[in-house]
């Protein structure tokens, strides 16, 4: 059974339709990743998800339940802003337990052993300030967990990291993943990071957000990008992201002007 | 490629925390102490040898050897009869005046612009309200000030109140505004909603820029009471510093111009350390060279 099911969800702002008729089905504990040009309603659908906005039409159900507002258990991260400045790391785990009613004292010894359990416990009373990129984004990632989330909706979470940082991030995702058994999707604009991490890749269309292609990728962890079917599968996502761009970027007379997307889209699909 | 997955790199060795330990992070700077005194003793020298060597006139500008010692024998005296003013009551007068007005203007343009924030139906009036009464400058109040108090402290605290009260509710709803749509979001997803939710994040994280117009509102408060013992409601430095010029104790204008200055230093720096204290996150990390102008 899913865990995520998306049916004929559109959200409008105005007159511009952001996601038009959305369906998805995410199984319980995998991984997917939502890939499109900048505009194409990913971080809309991540936070309808989350609850944080309202479809405007169709519905989304998390384990059957009807989505109508933030839930316990399914945790949204952003690539900004993430952590709270104004709290230690620890109290920053400590929040959510908080929320949920947690005693103070409880609260501060679960998020403790939540550090501890991902090796940050030396950097408990440390301001969010003083932390690399790398390591604001593990203390989102531990703040989330603690919380033992059945979804996990990660908008391009290394998206402002480093080339190597973003590549041990992805590693220590599948890791800590593995762990929790949540059920993750994850928006990204970097194809190989999608290729790396998801079991399922949906590509989404600019403005209005459509579902073009959904790609299952079977290939066990760890993965290549560079091995044979992988780039297969890389080179016609490719293909069909650069074309996506480009309708999004560029006007139709411009595109016949010049002829981007045929010579691009012609040579990489098979 | 790359490296091998098993390799367990999230528990590999994590940088020592010990190394910038409290102790070490708070030990005091002597830096900008040394270079604030070098400064007025600079000032201090260049000003007596100026007067010594005839370049400047005493009569005018007479020397900190002169005025000194003049405030320690007359305690700073002018004017006659109801209009005398002593050097140490108008210092008094004119601090108690301007701490009371600024803290009632500041608390005030917190508390409208909070609630102008959180409902949208009193923002739409609201903001335009403030913003008409804002631009108003604060001098353009004390006709309406002594009509309305008499010349006095009521009149002094009011003409404060209203040169800050608004700009302050408009800086509050600028900062609570300006918080990041994302600080919000993560919060709800994190269970946070209702009053929590604006006391442990919104507030939070718009306080560094409420902070910075507070700053901004002393200077104003600071200007607002002195233009206003000037310009008649009298007694307090700013009426002092008028009468010393019509009687042209210029030793008191002197003293009385040099306690402005200083007086409005010490209020600013009070305002930084509070700030420091109150907003101790910013002084710790990446982020602790920006707050320390």
Known sequence: ?270 | MGLPSNIRIWRAPVASPTRDGAAGRRRFNWRPVAGLAGAWVLLGTAWEAGARAGILNPAILPPPSQFIPYLIETSGAVGLGVNKVSYATALVETVIRVAVGFGLGVGAGLVAGTLLSALPWARAVGVPVAQILAPIAPIAWIPLAIVLFGTGDGAAVFVVFMGIAASMTLATVAALGGVPGEYIKSARSLGSKGWRLWLRVILPAAAPGIATAVRLSFFAAWMSVLAGEMAGINSGLGSLVILGQQEFQMKLVMAGLVTIGLLGFLFDRSLLLIRRRVLWWETRGARAVASDA
């Open chain 1, 1 to 270: 059974m899913p865990e995520i099911r998306i049916s004929g969800v559109c959200r409008d702002f105005g007159h511009h339709r952001a996601l038009d008729h959305v369906d998805l089905a995410v199984e319980h504990g995998s991984l997917t990743a939502l890939v499109g040009p900048t505009g194409c309603g990913k971080t809309t659908l991540l936070e309808l998800i989350a609850g944080l906005q309202d479809p405007s039409r169709g519905h989304i159900t998390i384990d059957g339940d009807t989505v109508v507002g933030p839930r316990p258990d399914t945790i949204l991260i952003f690539q900004h802003h993430n952590l709270f400045d104004w709290l230690t790391v620890r109290e920053n785990v400590a929040f959510g337990l908080r929320n949920r009613g947690l005693s103070r004292q409880e609260s501060r010894r679960r998020a403790t052993e939540q550090l501890e359990r991902v090796g940050l416990a030396p950097f408990a009373d440390r301001v969010p300030g003083e932390l690399s990129g790398g390591m604001r984004q593990r203390v989102a990632l531990a703040r989330a967990l603690v919380l033992a989330p059945k979804v996990l909706l990660m908008d391009e979470p290394f998206g402002s990291l480093d080339q190597q940082t973003r590549r041990i991030m992805q590693r220590y995702l599948l890791s800590t993943w593995r762990d929790s058994k949540a059920t993750i999707v994850l928006v990204t604009h970097d194809l190989d990071e999608a290729l790396r991490l998801a079991d399922r890749i949906v590509l989404l269309s600019a403005s209005p957000g459509r579902l073009v292609e959904v790609v299952d990728v079977p290939a066990p962890h760890p993965r290549n990008v560079d091995d044979g079917r992988l780039r297969l599968l890389r080179d016609r996502l490719l293909g069909h992201l650069e074309e996506e761009v480009a309708l999004s970027e560029f006007a139709g007379a411009e595109l016949s002007a010049v002829p981007l997307v045929m010579e691009v889209g012609g040579g990489r699909s098979e």
